[in-house]
C-alpha cells in the first residue's frame, strides 16, 4: 500500500498566486487531516474531515480552503498566497476517532 | 484548550550516555504518541500510550505515561549517533462531534556525537 500521498513535495509561488495541495490516501481512511509545521515549531492543524462531504476548521484555517468529494482524497486550496503561510504542510489520515494516524511525506511550500 | 510542553527544546549528548525528553500537557487525555522527525521528512510514529503508567521500549527508546501528573518521558539509553532527529510528543484531543486531532509539542531536536 502507498499509505498517504502527497503531490507536489515542493513548490514556490508568488504573493497572490493560488495553488492546491493533493493528498490521496488508499487504506479506506474516514478521518483525513491536513497540519501545518513552522521551522522548530511542532504541527499546528488547518483543517479536517470525518468522511466524504464532510469537513471542518481546525486552529488555523484562515487562507485555506478543503473539500472531501470522495474517501480518498482531500486537497486543500490556497486561494490568494502570502508570506505567512510558507510552511511544510502535512496531511494524515486515520480509521477513525483515536487511533493511530498516518502522515504523508508533505509539501515544502515557499511563498516569495 | 490543550496545551503541550516539550523540554528540552535541544538537546546535545555522546554517544553512550543516557537522557530523558519531558512532555507535560494540560487536560485530560486519551493517549499520547511520540514521532520521529528526521531533517527534510515525514514523522515516524515510535510510540503509542494508551494508559496511567504504560510504558513501552523499543531498542534504546523507553517511552512512559503518567496520566495524574499529565507527563510523558521518552528515555533515551547509550544514545548512538542515528538517533539524532527531531522528538514529538503529541496529545489526542477532543473535536467537535466525532472528531479528535492530535496537538504537537514544540519538538527536542536531538543531537548524537561522536
Known amino acids: 500500500n502507498a499509505g498517504v500521498t502527497q503531490t507536489p513535495k515542493f513548490r514556490i509561488l508568488k504573493i497572490g498566486q493560488s495553488m492546491t495541495l493533493q493528498c490521496a490516501q488508499d487504506m479506506n481512511h474516514n478521518y483525513m487531516y491536513w497540519y501545518r509545521q513552522d521551522p522548530g515549531m511542532g504541527l499546528k492543524l488547518i483543517y479536517y474531515?470525518?468522511?466524504?462531504?464532510?469537513?471542518d476548521k481546525g486552529e488555523v484555517p484562515n487562507g485555506y480552503n478543503v473539500s472531501r468529494s470522495t474517501t480518498e482524497d482531500f486537497p486543500l486550496r490556497l486561494e490568494l498566497a502570502a508570506p505567512s503561510q510558507t510552511s511544510v504542510y502535512f496531511c494524515a489520515s486515520s480509521w477513525k476517532r483515536n487511533t493511530e494516524a498516518f502522515f504523508g511525506q508533505g509539501t515544502r511550500l515557499t511563498v516569495v | 484548550e490543550l496545551k503541550v510542553e516539550q523540554n528540552p527544546l535541544f538537546l546535545s549528548m555522546q554517544e553512550g550516555k543516557n537522557y530523558t525528553i519531558y512532555c507535560n500537557y494540560s487536560t485530560t487525555s486519551d493517549r499520547l504518541y511520540w514521532y520521529r522527525q528526521d531533517p527534510g521528512k515525514s514523522l515516524e510514529s515510535l510510540f503509542v500510550l494508551l494508559s496511567n503508567g504504560a510504558v513501552k521500549q523499543e531498542g534504546r527508546l523507553m517511552a512512559s505515561l503518567d496520566t495524574k501528573a499529565r507527563l510523558s518521558t521518552l528515555h533515551i539509553t547509550a544514545a548512538v549517533h542515528d538517533l539524532s532527529a527531531t522528538y514529538f510528543c503529541a496529545v489526542e484531543g477532543l473535536l467537535g462531534g466525532t472528531a479528535s486531532k492530535l496537538t504537537f509539542g514544540t519538538g527536542t531536536r536531538l543531537q548524537v556525537t561522536l
Open positions: 474531515s470525518v468522511g466524504a462531504g464532510i469537513t
